[in-house]
Nanobody, 124 residues
């Protein structure tokens, strides 16, 4: 059974930074493309970023491109999301997800496993 556990969320002022981590257990993370999604109150869950199995390819939502960086350390079975220049509209619960396919995707339904989420709150 694959399990994902996010950490690193919290309260930060606008313009600040946070780094989220997602620990993968149950199987080696190198077998999955990984993604980050977020869900704000009253809104649908949306794609944030994805990284290929090797870490060589990444893909970002337009709203975070240039501010967020997704990366992974397969030796540690961990995926990261570095978030810089945070804005109040980035406030949401952030979810880590794993996709057994060999390509990366922004489609929520393509992901097989999900974490419980970590809250990120950006104050103005």
């Amino acid at each position: 059974q694959v399990q994902l556990e996010e950490s690193g969320g919290g309260l930060v002022q606008a313009g600040g930074s946070l780094r989220l981590s997602c620990a993968v257990s149950g199987r080696t993370s190198s077998g999955f493309a990984m993604g980050w999604f977020r869900q704000a109150p009253g809104k649908e869950r949306e794609f944030v970023a994805a990284v290929s199995r090797s870490g060589g390819n990444t893909y970002y939502a337009d709203s975070v491109a240039g501010r967020f960086t997704i990366s992974r350390d397969n030796a540690k079975n961990t995926v990261y999301l570095q978030m810089n220049s945070l804005k109040p509209e980035d406030t949401a619960v952030y979810y880590c997800a794993a996709d057994g396919a060999s390509w990366i995707t922004s489609v929520l339904g393509e992901y097989d496993y999900w974490g419980q989420g970590t809250q990120v709150t950006v104050s103005s």
